[in-house]
C-alpha cells in the first residue's frame, strides 16, 4: 500500500471509545494516532490497554486545534455527519492523510472543520458510535487503495486470483500518465 493515515479524535471523553478506536487503527495499519483536547487522561489509558496498540503506535496530543501538527504534505481529512461532506464512497483518499473524528456528544468544531483539507460522512441515516466510525472510514480506505482480487459477477469469491505484485514494476500504464493516487 503506498502513502500512509494516522487517525485521531477530537475532545473524546470515553475510555472505551479510545481503547477501541486505537484497536481497529493499530490493525488496519495506521502510522499514528492522536487526539486534540482529550476530555480523557489518554497518558493513563497507555498503562491499562489491553490490545496494546499503544505500544506500536506513536501517540500525539495537542492541546488546541491550533496546535495540531502533522506531518508536511499530510492531508487533514475530517469525518462528519453534516450536509456538505463528501460521501465516503465517493472519495479520494489520500495518498498522505490523517483522519479526524469528533467527541460523542458533539461534532467537529467550526475550527477543526476549518481546518480540514477535506470533510466526509459515511451516508447512512444518523450518526453512530465514534469508534465504529472511525473503523469504517478506515475500511473504506483499505478497501479503496489496498489490491484485492476483483469481485465475481455471482456470489461468492473470487474466480481469478489476483496478480502476483511485481516490485519495483512501473507506475505509469502510459506515457506520462500516473496510474496511482497522487493526492
Ligand atoms: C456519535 S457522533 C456525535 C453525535 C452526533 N453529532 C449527533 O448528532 O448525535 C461522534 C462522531 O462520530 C463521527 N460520526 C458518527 N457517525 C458518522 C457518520 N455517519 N458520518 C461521519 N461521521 C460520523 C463524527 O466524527 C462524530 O463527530
Known amino acids: 500500500m503506498r502513502g500512509y493515515f494516522g ?18 487503527a493499530h490493525a488496519f ?5 492522536f487526539a486534540i483536547a482529550p476530555v480523557v487522561d489518554i497518558h493513563a489509558l497507555r498503562a491499562t490497554d489491553t490490545s496494546d496498540a499503544f505500544d506500536h503506535l506513536p501517540y500525539y496530543q495537542y492541546d488546541s486545534v491550533a496546535a495540531l501538527d502533522l506531518p508536511k504534505g499530510c492531508q487533514l481529512v475530517g469525518v462528519e455527519f453534516v450536509d456538505e461532506s463528501i460521501e465516503l464512497p465517493s472519495f479520494r483518499h489520500p495518498t ?3 483522519y479526524v473524528l469528533g467527541p460523542e456528544m458533539g461534532s467537529l468544531s467550526p475550527a477543526l472543520l476549518a481546518r480540514c483539507d477535506h470533510v466526509v460522512k ?32 455471482k456470489s461468492g469469491g473470487p474466480v481469478t486470483p489476483l496478480a502476483a505484485h511485481v516490485q519495483g514494476k512501473r507506475r505509469f500504464s502510459r506515457k506520462g500518465i500516473k496510474s496511482g493516487n497522487d493526492a
Open 29 to 33: 495499519g495506521a502510522s499514528f494516532f
Open 122 to 153: 459515511i451516508p447512512m441515516k444518523f450518526c453512530i458510535n465514534v469508534g465504529v466510525a472511525g473503523a469504517l472510514v478506515m475500511y473504506d480506505r483499505a478497501l479503496s487503495t489496498g489490491r484485492f482480487a476483483d469481485r465475481p459477477v
Open 96 to 98: 498522505r492523510a490523517a
Open 7 to 24: 487517525i485521531g479524535v477530537q475532545e473524546i471523553s470515553k475510555e472505551g471509545n479510545v481503547g477501541n478506536l486505537v484497536r481497529s
